[in-house]
């Protein structure tokens, strides 16, 4: 059965820091893209960051330098780190593959970050 766990979110002051966590059952994320999505209430869904099964990454202005994706081959999972942290980071935040035709997501995880 294929699914997909994150964790590592919660709550942060601005300029803070949290490392996100995907960690996959059932499949191989190190022969798979990853994608990491974030919803904030009341916004549309939106990319943060991507890594192909070569490596490249790919970021929009709003976290590039800030959000850095990386794997752990070993461990089969995928990371998020984020650092610099902003109040309009606030979101769920949703780790995502495909597997054949579907688009598999994990149940998400709160960032909050507030003073």
């Known amino acids: 059965q294929v699914q997909l766990v994150e964790s590592g979110g919660g709550s942060v002051q601005p300029g803070g820091s949290l490392r996100l966590s995907c960690a996959a059952s059932?499949?191989?994320?190190?022969?798979?893209?990853v994608v990491w999505y974030r919803q904030a209430t009341g916004k549309r869904r939106e990319v943060v960051a991507s890594?192909?099964?070569?490596?490249?990454?790919n970021y929009p202005d709003s976290v590039k330098g800030r959000f850095t994706i990386s794997r752990d081959n070993a461990l089969n999972r995928v990371y998020l780190q984020m650092n610099s942290l902003r109040p309009e980071d606030t979101a769920v935040y949703y780790c995502?593959?495909?597997?054949?035709?579907?688009?598999?997501w994990g149940q998400g995880t709160q960032v909050t970050v507030s003073s």
């Open positions: 890594i192909t099964v070569g490596g490249s990454t």
């Open positions: 995502t593959t495909m597997v054949g035709v579907r688009e598999r």
């Open positions: 059932g499949i191989v994320l190190s022969q798979r893209a």
